[in-house]
């Protein structure tokens, strides 16, 4: 939604665990993103709730009851946060930027990793065949000294 505060997304609980679902909120520009949870058990703190904000470009603030409640910015920056058992009145004051920014990670995703694994796997292969190689050679060297120590 577009509101004077910039756009504002709402996700909920788990929702933040999803990335795909959160790539959209990045592509449609999101600047803050609301997050409400319930942490069962107390202090199961995510921590890749907290890199979407980073990947995406816009701020978090995730109120959690039986938690951490947290304002953090789009470079993952903790502006404010306070837990749930020792606060009286049960209000965080943080200055949360208005304005997100974009990020390369909206646009190509994962694609960074998934040629990181093709890479390793290139390589795997490439060892097997190297090592192949080199057990041939190795039987064909083996093979021409028997036969030169048999010719007269």
């Known amino acids: 939604m577009d509101t004077p505060y910039g756009r504002i997304a709402i996700s909920i609980c788990r929702d933040m665990e999803f990335p795909h ?3 959209q909120a990045g592509r449609d520009d999101v ?3 609301l997050s409400p949870a319930y942490e069962w058990p107390k202090g199961l703190v995510v921590h890749s709730v907290y890199m979407r904000g980073i990947e995406y470009g816009f701020s978090l603030v995730r109120p959690a009851y039986n938690g951490i409640t947290i304002a953090q910015d789009f470079n993952g920056r903790i502006l404010s946060q ?5 606060t009286d009145d049960g209000i965080l004051y943080a200055d949360v930027p208005t304005r997100g920014v974009n ?3 909206t646009e190509v995703g994962d694609l960074l990793g998934w040629g990181s694994v093709l890479g390793f796997l290139g390589l795997v292969l490439l060892s097997v065949v190297l090592s192949i190689r080199r057990k041939k050679e190795k039987r064909e060297c083996r093979s021409w000294y028997v036969s030169s120590q048999l010719a007269p």
Do not use: A, N, P, V
Request: aromatic fraction near 14%; avoid cysteine; charged fraction near 35%.
């Open 82 to 86: 306070m837990d749930s058992d020792e």
């Open 21 to 23: 679902y959160m790539r």
């Open 103 to 105: 990020t390369l990670y």
């Open 31 to 33: 600047d803050i993103m």
